[in-house]
């Protein structure tokens, strides 16, 4: 169950839905602290992503307090409570969203084990219709599509996995453009069913999560466009 006190916080804990799945997922996956060395831990944590979107360099902004940035408003919650609405959203991730948009959710926003849950999922979604059927090549191609720019350089690349399993390029290139546009389509419908229940509860602010549905939907045509397989 999400937060109920609606009337308490119309604005919302977070700004948008995004903001919500990234911060939830992240704190969660730090051991429970008190509230400053939270924040230094996410900061750290975020600081060392290699390559940050507009939406997540904009929430290390605020985790820094870096003026005019937003804010995340937890409206006065202790750091174990604050735990426990992450949690909640987490838990609205597992069982409001249909398998494949789960699986979508957790190999974009999942940290270690989950991540690797979500990739998973994606590949029982995608071996059937993607062109190749051997789940090994498109295990590593979608581990490849929601890995970072260095990662991806390292044996990721479409002809790596090509010559590893032995399959032409061009069937393997065709599959990676099918996940890159699919998987963006699967977040785009995850963020859409869960942005409306987080409103509901005023995890998000509405008027703040309608804002970045514009941006949303082009970032995840974007995704697709300019991951191109290489």
């Not at 005019?68 to 409001?96: H, K, N, P, W, Y």
């Not at 970072?148 to 010559?163: A, C, L």
Request: charged content about 25%; overall charge positive.
């Amino acid at each position: 169950m999400l937060r109920t006190d609606a009337s308490q916080s119309e604005t919302g804990i977070f700004s948008y839905t995004e903001q919500a799945l990234h911060v939830s997922f992240l704190i969660l996956s730090q051991p429970a602290m008190e509230e400053g060395q939270m924040r230094r831990a996410l900061m750290r944590a975020m600081e060392s992503v290699p390559l940050l979107n507009a939406r997540q360099q904009s929430w290390l902004q605020q985790l820094r307090g870096e003026r005019g940035a937003g804010s995340i408003d937890f409206g006065g919650l202790e750091m174990l409570e604050v735990r426990g609405q992450c949690a909640m959203v987490t838990s609205a991730v597992r069982t409001r969203l249909p398998r494949p948009e789960l699986g979508a959710v957790l190999a974009r926003y999942g940290i270690g084990p989950e991540k690797l849950e979500g990739v998973r999922i994606l590949t029982g979604f995608a071996r059937e219709v993607c062109g190749i059927h051997a789940y090994e090549p498109v295990f590593h191609l979608i581990a490849r599509h929601y890995a970072s720019r260095k990662t991806k350089k390292d044996g990721m690349s479409v002809r790596d996995i090509g010559d590893r399993w032995g399959l032409n390029r061009g069937k393997v290139q065709r599959a990676a453009k099918w996940i890159a546009s699919h998987c963006a389509a699967l977040e785009a419908r995850a963020v859409e069913r869960l942005g409306a229940v987080f409103q509901e509860h005023a995890v998000v602010s509405p008027e703040d999560d309608l804002q970045y549905e514009g941006s949303r939907a082009r970032s995840a045509a974007g995704r697709a466009i300019t991951r191109a397989p290489v």
